[in-house]
């Protein structure tokens, strides 16, 4: 057998340096967005899910599994907006919230069998902005969407908002108008992870969590009837739904200084 000389180690080096680039950058560019866990597995699920709510990403479940009250299938996909131990919440479609369980569940309205999630970004960015006060929401949603414009290139999916927002206009003042008027914002606007409506003297205060830019007219539409005059928006967290960032790339980002933003900008992958 012939003995390797320098050329030969230098060849296979060459070799092996190239299927190590070739591997990361396809790594990079083909993440793994699809993720299943057996009702078994719920403690896995959830932990996963206050990770990817962590990181400020969207997506969606599909729950296999049925009904505790008459064990009737169940197979239908949601969102989640909220976890505890070995269990969460899950928003349809049409507005309805059931809390989910793993394979043994009885107190929960699902008993699980298969948990599948589908991420709907591959990078978040997460940034405070400042405030500011507008005549409708529509404007909102062009000062939001001008401040992230410095991420255009990684193809901007939606930019989520949580924020408080006092709103001029002729709400009524009680706790079941406060109560209604949350439980319709969270029934129309389907990603939305929470919101919270208060009286105030010129209005309401209302709170949101997650809400996407994307969304803002169909929140402009439910308070339509109460004849919204002026939103004040105070300082809130925006998150930018991207595709993938490259890893080089997140310190130019990270870098960026713009008048809008307050403090550091980070990136999550």
């Known amino acids: 057998m012939r003995r390797l000389n ?3 180690l230098a060849i296979i080096v060459l070799v092996v340096a190239a299927l190590i680039s070739f591997s ?43 009904y505790t009250s008459d064990y009737a299938p169940f197979n239908e996909e949601g969102v989640v907006i909220g976890t505890s131990q070995g269990t969460f919440l899950l928003k349809l479609e049409d507005g309805r919230i ?40 529509n404007e909102a949603k062009s000062l939001v969407q001008n401040t992230s414009l410095f991420l255009g290139k990684y193809n901007i999916i939606d930019t989520t908002v949580t924020a408080n927002i006092a709103i001029d206009g002729d709400f009524p003042k009680s706790i079941t108008f406060e109560k ?10 389907f990603y939305l992870k929470d919101v919270k409506v208060s009286s105030s003297e010129n209005g309401i205060n209302l709170y949101v969590s997650g809400i996407g830019t ?15 005059k002026r939103y004040y928006f105070s300082d809130f967290r925006a998150v930018v ?3 993938n960032i490259p890893k080089d790339d997140i310190s130019l980002i990270e870098n960026n200084k713009l008048e ?10």
Do not use: C, W
């Open 241 to 243: 739904l991207t595709e």
């Open 180 to 189: 209604e008027l949350s439980d319709k914002i969270a029934k129309e606007i």
């Open 6 to 8: 320098l050329f030969d």
């Open 98 to 137: 059931l809390t989910v369980g793993g394979r043994t569940a009885y107190k929960e309205d699902i008993a699980s069998k298969e948990i599948k999630v589908r991420m709907l970004n591959g990078s978040a960015v997460h940034y405070m902005q400042k405030g500011f006060a507008v005549n409708n929401l």
């Open 260 to 269: 809008e933003i307050i403090g550091d900008i980070h990136v999550r992958i």
């Open 214 to 228: 994307n969304d803002f007219e169909k929140l402009q539409s439910v308070l339509f009837q109460y004849s919204p």
């Open 24 to 66: 990361t950058k396809y790594l990079e560019k083909e993440p793994v967005d699809e993720y299943t866990y057996t009702g078994s597995q719920i403690y896995s699920a959830v932990r996963f899910f206050d990770f990817s709510d962590g990181k400020g990403f969207r997506y969606l479940v599909r729950v296999n599994g049925s």
